[in-house]
């Protein structure tokens, strides 16, 4: 499924952000959808997925509370409210999507977008 992520730019410390990932085709419902995050040098690390329904969700552990991952199904989009960006929050950030249930926890995924870059200035 083509994932499309955008939203991401140069915010200062304490800022907000909130990215969007819109996916092509009927069957976005079907798909777990899940944010990832890779900053340079570092390797590829979980934030946040969300179920199909959006009952279940699952965050990474550095979240803390200050990330919300959503979906609206009838927009084909999944977002993440980014609050209280710290610089250590600077990344690539990808969505991505998967069929199995189950990747909501394991943060297995099998589609992938390409990244939209967040930056986090002191």
């Known amino acids: 499924v083509p994932l499309q992520a955008s939203g991401g730019g140069l915010v200062q410390a304490g800022g907000s952000l909130r990215l969007s990932c819109a996916a092509s085709?009927?069957?976005?419902?079907?798909?777990?959808m899940g944010w990832f995050r890779q900053a340079p040098g570092k390797e590829r690390e979980f934030v946040a997925a969300i179920s199909w329904s959006g009952g279940s969700i699952n965050y990474g552990e550095f979240v803390k509370g200050r990330f919300t991952i959503s979906r609206d199904n009838a927009k084909n989009t999944v977002y993440l409210q980014m609050n209280s960006l710290k610089p250590e929050n600077t990344a690539a950030y990808y969505c991505?999507?998967?069929?199995?249930?189950?990747?909501?926890?394991?943060?297995?995924?099998?589609?992938w977008g390409q990244g939209t870059q967040v930056t986090v200035s002191s």
């Open positions: 085709g009927r069957t976005f419902s079907n798909y777990v």
């Open positions: 991505a999507a998967d069929k199995r249930e189950g990747a909501v926890i394991t943060g297995t995924f099998d589609y």
